[in-house]
Nanobody, 119 residues
Framework: QVQLVESGGGLVQAGGSLRLSCAASGRISSVNAMRWYRQAPGNQRDLVADISFGGSTRYTDSVKGRFTISRDNAKNTVYLQMNSLKPEDTAVYYC?????????????WGQGTQVTVSS
């Protein structure tokens, strides 16, 4: 099976930075879009940013200008560089990817990594 393994979360003061990483491994034919979601306590899981195989990016309005999503296709890895962090960015961040395993695209989730921003 395919696994998405995340790293890079932690505790940071407001205004600080973190970089999240998510690497896909397994019997992968191809990796299409990759995404970052986040979920704060009591809230639903919301899309933060996504990136196509070719590098086209989209961001939710609240993180535009502060977060940057990127990918390394050779490593099947997606990154989220988070700058100027705010307390409202505190959440569990989840990696998500559309991955072709055989003939069909399957959607996979990472285990989540905690990001906590103190004021």
């Amino acid at each position: 099976q395919v696994q998405l393994v995340e790293s890079g979360g932690g505790l940071v003061q407001a205004g600080g930075s973190l970089r999240l990483s998510c690497a896909a491994s397994g019997r992968i034919s191809s990796v299409n879009a990759m995404r970052w979601y986040r979920q704060a306590p009591g809230n639903q899981r919301d899309l933060v940013a996504d990136i196509s195989f070719g590098g086209s990016t989209r961001y939710t309005d609240s993180v535009k200008g502060r977060f940057t999503i990127s990918r390394d296709n050779a490593k099947n890895t997606v990154y989220l560089q988070m700058n100027s962090l705010k307390p409202e960015d505190t959440a569990v961040y989840y990696c998500n990817a559309d991955i072709k395993v055989t003939f069909r695209l399957e959607n996979y989730w990472g285990q989540g990594t905690q990001v906590t921003v103190s004021s």
